[in-house]
């Protein structure tokens, strides 16, 4: 008997130190799915196109993908990640994109949005940079409220503050417009209107019959250029800016985004959830949708025919 319970006392301690051994043995960890985050709950600033994947950006520094059609999301990882409301992204290719946001922060992406890091932060002046542009060749513009004006020759990889524009010094400048061969619409509050045509290089003051402020801009594929921005404002162009035309949308309501759709319509979207469409490059609109108290800041076009939109009340889908 105590033969047999000697027996069994050693094996317990055996079976013990085996799950000890387990417990604290390396091994690989676990392979969870990506988790998917609610787009539908989260204030979205911008979209974006990254080859087949679609990014978006808003609220508290997230960043989300999607790699159908924005079906799913997923939260990409960011090192870093100060907390900051992001505002504007921008793509130069499949792969290679840049974020900006409050507090003077960059943040560069070298695998089409699915992993970001910081590379540019200012704790001190929150004042946000609203707007980006990643060019082809490691070129990159940032521009921001109170005269804020950085670029980069390398790709978003450092920043430098370079000479302001003219008018802009203390002014907002929101969007940044870039079209064929280098030009470049710069647009911001008070009617600030601006032109490059050597990738931001050297700019020009432009007038436009239009003292308020402009939230942003479109290059036509024929190669006319659109601005619009508050209380239903919006001109068209087709001499790069030289003389506008202005165009009614049959809305007095500001406009925060736009696209061109592959089959040469134009959309844009703005305060209150309003959308217009043009059939004519934009020479004239008409009423898509309008109501409700949540408002859009983007749009894209998800699938012929399909609009993803964004703003105040996430990412949702919306058929023309």
Do not use: C
Request: net charge negative; no cysteine; aromatic share 8%.
């Amino acid at each position: 008997m105590f033969k047999t319970l000697r027996i069994a006392s050693i094996a317990l301690a055996l079976a013990v130190a085996a799950g000890a051994v387990y417990a604290f043995a390396m091994r690989p960890h676990p392979v969870f799915a990506p988790t998917e985050v609610r787009a539908d709950r989260l204030h979205i600033n911008a979209l974006a196109q990254a080859g087949r994947r679609l990014v978006a950006v808003g609220e508290a520094g997230h960043v989300l993908y999607s790699d159908d059609g924005g079906q799913r999301w997923r939260d990409a990882e960011v090192a870093q990640q100060p907390g900051s409301t992001l505002t504007q992204l921008s793509f130069s290719d499949a792969l290679h994109g840049l974020a900006v946001g409050h507090d003077g922060v960059v943040l560069r992406t070298e695998d089409g949005g699915a992993h970001w890091r910081r590379t540019a932060f200012d704790a001190e002046h929150t004042d946000p940079l609203l707007d980006v542009a990643a060019g082809a060749d490691g070129a990159a513009i940032a521009v921001g409220s109170f005269g804020r004006f950085l670029v980069s020759r390398d790709g978003g990889e450092h920043w430098q503050t370079a000479a302001t524009p003219p008018a802009i010094a203390d002014g907002h400048a929101n969007a940044l417009v870039r079209g064929a061969g280098g030009r470049v619409l710069l647009v911001g509050e008070a009617g600030l209107l601006q032109r490059s045509a050597d990738g931001g290089a050297t700019w020009e003051k432009l007038a436009l019959p239009y003292q308020g402020s402009l939230f942003g801009g479109l290059a036509l594929a024929d190669g006319a250029w659109l601005v619009f921005g508050m209380r239903g404002h919006v001109f068209r162009s087709e001499d790069f800016g030289a003389s506008w035309q202005p165009v009614d949308t049959g809305l007095p309501t500001s406009y925060f985004g736009g696209v061109q759709l592959r089959d040469g319509r134009v959309v844009l979207v703005g305060q209150g959830g309003a959308i217009v469409r043009s059939d004519d490059g934009g020479r004239h609109f008409r009423i898509h949708r309008v109501g409700g108290r949540a408002s859009l800041a983007a749009v894209l076009e998800a699938a012929p025919g399909r609009l993803l939109v964004a703003g105040e009340a996430g990412i949702a889908h919306e058929a023309l």
